[in-house]
């Protein structure tokens, strides 16, 4: 007898693919490129062996209580799992399956192509040439941060940290600091400095304020929430970038918004926010020194499909009880 599974949302094709042909379970899903309402979520997942969600549905303990005891996996289409409730995951034995390392590279080209264009201005570029405001070249006009002989400091220095660093130091970049729970390894291959623990009391002292580039790649955690607040913002350069790709609640946006507003520092690109999406009447889509995307620091069409492919994998493992590929271990 087929095993069932919910999809939260349309997937990439080289996802459908293996689970319509393994033969394993029978599909229904939220047949949507919108995210499921939670009252359809509640009633798609009931009597589910398995599900496979995104990053923007919660699944919390009334999620689980909803699809009953069949449940055996959870597969998300992605590498953060602060959307899943672990701990309540855990106590009803479910395995959960998600995406890292397929997405490194795609989401470290993302990050780096948000932050030249935050440090040069690229948007604020774009918009003058077509409202008319480039009337000639202006020595002093439009002029930003380079990355030659720099300081950066990353926030994370985990698999997509690291591929953010290695791609920034041959731009020139003179020192790589980093911070994080533990000193790593792998940062000798970009000459990184390990700071304080960033949770440190010595808050004063954590050394990536001489930064002139932040960048935030470090996982979203009751640790990291709100790490990037208004003594965070106070202490960094009035010329430093702040670049974040990771989980919009790291920040503190009241606290960016009069960072930027007040010129504390030069500027900030964001791929993540909270909420998501952000409202367009948000304060911080009014500043010139904000860019914003919409989260798509995996979206190339080949990561999405590969990010599909995996997902599903993880899901027939999880259903069959045979290995995953990418399992949580929690
Ligand atoms: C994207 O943010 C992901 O977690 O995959
Ligand atoms: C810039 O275009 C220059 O020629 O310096």
Known sequence: KLM?????????????????TAGVCEVSLWDSDE?????????????AHGLLCLLSDKIDAEVLDAAGPNLKVISTLSVGFDHLALDEIKKR????????????????????????????????????????????WKPLWLCGY?????TVGVIGLGRIGMAIARRLMPFGVKRLLYSGRTAKA???????????????????????????FIVVSCSLTPETQGLCDKAFFSKMKNTAVFVNSSRGAVVNQEDLYEALSSGQIAAAGLDVTTPEPLPTNHPLLTL???????????????????MAALSAQNLLGGLQGTDMPSELTY
């Open 4 to 20: 069932k599974v919910f999809l939260t949302r349309r997937i990439p094709p080289e996802g459908m693919k293996i689970l319509s």
């Open 35 to 47: 995210p499921v309402p939670r009252e359809e979520l509640l009633k798609g997942v009931q009597g």
């Open 93 to 136: 034995g479910i395995r959960v399956g998600y995406t890292p390392d397929v997405l490194t590279d795609a989401t470290a080209e993302l990050t780096v192509a948000l932050l030249l264009a935050t440090a040069r201005r690229l948007p604020e570029g774009v918009e003058e040439v077509k409202n008319g405001g480039w009337s000639s």
């Open 146 to 150: 380079g990355l030659s002989g720099s």
């Open 186 to 212: 792998h940062a000798a291959e970009v000459n990184g400095e390990f700071g304080l623990h960033i949770f440190d009391y010595l808050f004063p002292l954590f050394p990536l304020y001489s930064s002139d």
């Open 288 to 306: 010139k020194n904000c860019v914003v995307l919409p989260h798509i620091g995996s979206a190339t069409y080949s990561t999405r499909g590969i």
